[in-house]
């Protein structure tokens, strides 16, 4: 079974800078392209970024590129996003995805705000 738990979420300054990860068990992790997903409050949630199995290949939403970056270590089971430049509409709720399993993390609120 897929088991996908985030951390590493909180509160932070607008401008500011965070890191969320993911750790993946149940699954063999350096073969399955890896996505986060967000989801502010009354919103849909709304994918971010994905990175593909060997972790050479990235992809990042418009409103994210060039300042957050998606990394994966497949020793370790684990996908990353650091944020940089955090504004106050990146607030929402960040879910780690495994499109191939359909399985999702229970998520990690990362808070923008002054």
């Known amino acids: 079974q897929v088991r996908l738990v985030e951390s590493g979420g909180g509160l932070v300054q607008p401008g500011g800078s965070l890191r969320v990860a993911c750790a993946a068990s149940?699954?063999?992790?350096?073969?399955?392209?890896m996505t986060w997903y967000r989801q502010a409050p009354g919103k849909e949630r709304e994918w971010v970024a994905t990175?593909?199995?060997?972790?050479?290949?990235?992809d990042y939403a418009d409103s994210v590129k060039g300042r957050f970056t998606i990394s994966r270590d497949n020793v370790k089971n684990t996908v990353s996003l650091q944020m940089n430049g955090l504004k106050p509409e990146d607030t929402a709720v960040y879910y780690c995805?495994?499109?191939?399993?359909?399985?999702w993390g229970q998520g990690t609120q990362v808070t923008v705000s002054s």
């Open positions: 995805y495994v499109p191939i399993f359909r399985s």
């Open positions: 149940g699954l063999t992790f350096s073969t399955v392209t």
């Open positions: 990175i593909s199995g060997n972790g050479r290949s990235t």
